[in-house]
């Protein structure tokens, strides 16, 4: 870290991930002016914006550009030393290819198990775990969606209250299930992304749906006998188009008759002491910056590694965001096989991007780059590090529900919306999401941890960031302070306490991923 003494009352500060990298980025908020001198006698010979690189020695056109001691891309013309080495400057690497990759080389050190550590949570009749107690109801096509909104807002005002320990009632809505190619390659993913919503261990053993009764995706293509294996429950089904609803109101009074029925069962739900172990947590990123990789997803790396520990699971996810350190990933590979499903659902990707006539640079967006992110190499080298250092043990497919525990890959988009669905999808009770340029995500259904990549950031929007990151840029606390306070954090959101994104209510639309056609 480069230090030096300015006529700005902020000391000027960089951060140098590693000893091989010929950039590193600026700290001070606002950024430095032009003139600024460090000690090494580096001067900034043109001003550099906060989370931005500088170059630490000369550079030749061409010569490779590196942080986290990887190639970020090459000078596409001469940068001076102490010159702002922006997405301008850049030439993006090539993708690494898919072949010849390291099979579980990455010497892993001994995981110690990571015992007494609890929380408060619903245990549901397959085993699985709440940590919130709501209703949900489930749609088979968006024709339904108005109807369902009228019904909830009445299930709120007038059944609700009678029923307190029922924290909520969601409907799980979604633009799919008809005008589509039902059939087609890619087709199963959304179908078994609505399945497996509706069996989130938040919603207990309840599953209520609501069907229009012409669309090609009805409930019992939807939820084909066996699908919802937990003793004798079935879902409840209430279908519009059938003769016995004369009139719109009694549409309402058959969902709101069905409704309570789910509510007098989930109301006799009771939290109760689980371990650690029970926890299914997704991290995710969004509104990325150059901090991400410095603080809030280092933190959180260390917090997986303490979860993992504790026996949990911990889904990290987004091919894009992953891509480009493949090689990093099935380094780390618990099996052969668990490598080839990695290289597999990355294949399966860079085919579709393909399709769409696009590449993993699509990726990154003006929000990304203004805060100091050049392009999608220099993300996923930030963005792996939530993953933490412990060996990958499992890979989920888009839409698939998570069967194990410990460190799993979930392949997913990028997209934090279309992320958080099949996070949820896969049985996710708590999501922990990372942000530098301020988000306010949530989920109505899975309560969201938010950490801040910067203190000015967790300033600023103090009451929609849960953790301060910006500690660790600034000396005032360590990664693993911060990594242990998530961890601690994620224990206490998982027995009740209600992150902001709660608090005030936020959430965003479940967004579903459909690679088939639509008709």
């Known amino acids: 870290m480069h230090k030096a003494t300015h006529m700005s009352t902020q000391v000027p500060r960089t951060i140098r991930m590693q000893a091989s990298d010929n950039v590193a980025i600026v700290v001070n908020d606002g950024g430095l002016p032009a003139g600024t001198v460090f000690p090494d006698g580096l001067t900034l010979v043109e001003g550099v914006p906060q989370g931005h690189k500088v170059a630490l020695q000369d550079l030749a056109d061409g010569e490779p550009v590196v942080r986290y001691g990887v190639v970020i891309g090459y000078a596409n013309g001469a940068i001076a030393r102490g010159s702002w080495v922006s997405e301008r400057v850049l030439t993006m690497p090539a993708a690494r290819s898919l072949d010849d990759l390291p099979i579980g080389t990455r010497a892993l050190r001994e995981v110690e ?16 775990v709440g940590t919130r107690n709501m209703m949900a109801i489930t749609s088979t096509v968006q024709c339904v969606s108005g109807v369902i909104d009228y019904a909830v807002k009445r299930i709120r005002e007038e059944l609700l209250p009678r029923y307190p320990n029922v924290e909520d009632v969601v409907a799980l809505e979604h633009v799919y299930g008809c005008g589509v190619a039902i059939d087609a390659p890619g087709a199963e993913i959304p179908i078994k992304t609505i399945r497996n919503l509706s069996r989130n261990p938040n919603f207990g053993d309840s599953v209520m749906v609501v069907s229009l009764g012409c669309e090609k995706l009805p409930p019992a293509r939807l939820f084909p006998a066996g699908a919802i294996p937990i003793g004798n429950a079935e879902p409840s089904v209430v279908t519009l188009q059938d003769a016995q609803h004369v009139g719109f109101m009694s549409m309402i009074d ?26 299914v947590v997704g991290v995710q990123c969004g509104g990325s910056d150059a901090f991400s990789g410095v603080t809030a997803n280092p933190a959180v790396g260390y917090a997986t590694d303490l979860l993992v520990r504790a026996g949990a699971a911990v889904m ?23 490598a080839a499903a990695m290289v597999r659902e990355m294949q399966w990707y860079d085919d579709y991007l393909v399709r769409g006539g696009v590449d993993r640079s699509a990726n990154t967006t003006p929000g990304n780059k203004k805060g100091g992110l050049s392009n999608i190499v220099e993300k996923a080298m930030g963005s792996i590090v939530k993953s933490g250092t412990t060996a990958i ?14 460190l799993i890959y979930a ?24 942000t530098g340029r301020g988000t ?12 801040a990549t910067r203190t000015e950031l967790a300033n ?10 910006g500690r660790i840029a600034s000396g005032e606390a360590s990664i693993e302070d911060v990594g242990f306070e998530l961890f601690q954090l994620i224990l206490d959101v998982a027995s009740g306490r209600k992150t902001w994104a709660e608090h005030w209510k936020l959430h965003n639309a479940l967004a579903l991923f459909n690679p088939a056609p639509v008709t």
Not at 393 to 406: I, R
Not at 411 to 434: E, R
């Open 113 to 128: 198990p990571l015992a007494g550590y609890t929380f408060q949570g619903y245990r549901n009749k397959d085993g699985s």
């Open 316 to 338: 990290f996810s987004e091919v894009t965001e992953v891509r480009d350190g493949i090689d990093q990933l099935t380094a780390r590979a618990a099996t052969p096989e668990v």
């Open 411 to 434: 392949a997913t988009p990028a997209s934090d919306f279309i992320c958080g669905t099949l996070q949820m999808a896969a049985g996710m009770n708590v999501h922990i999401f990372t």
């Open 393 to 406: 043990t499992g890979v989920l497919s888009p839409g698939e529900k998570l069967q194990q525990k410990g």
């Open 440 to 451: 306010p995500y949530g989920l109505a259904a899975v309560p969201v941890i938010k950490v």
């Open 254 to 279: 058959s969902l709101m008759q069905t409704a309570e029925k789910h509510l007098q069962e989930l109301n006799a739900r009771q939290r109760v002491t689980c371990p650690a172990s029970d926890l």
């Open 460 to 469: 600023r929007w103090h009451d929609l960031m849960d953790v301060n990151a």
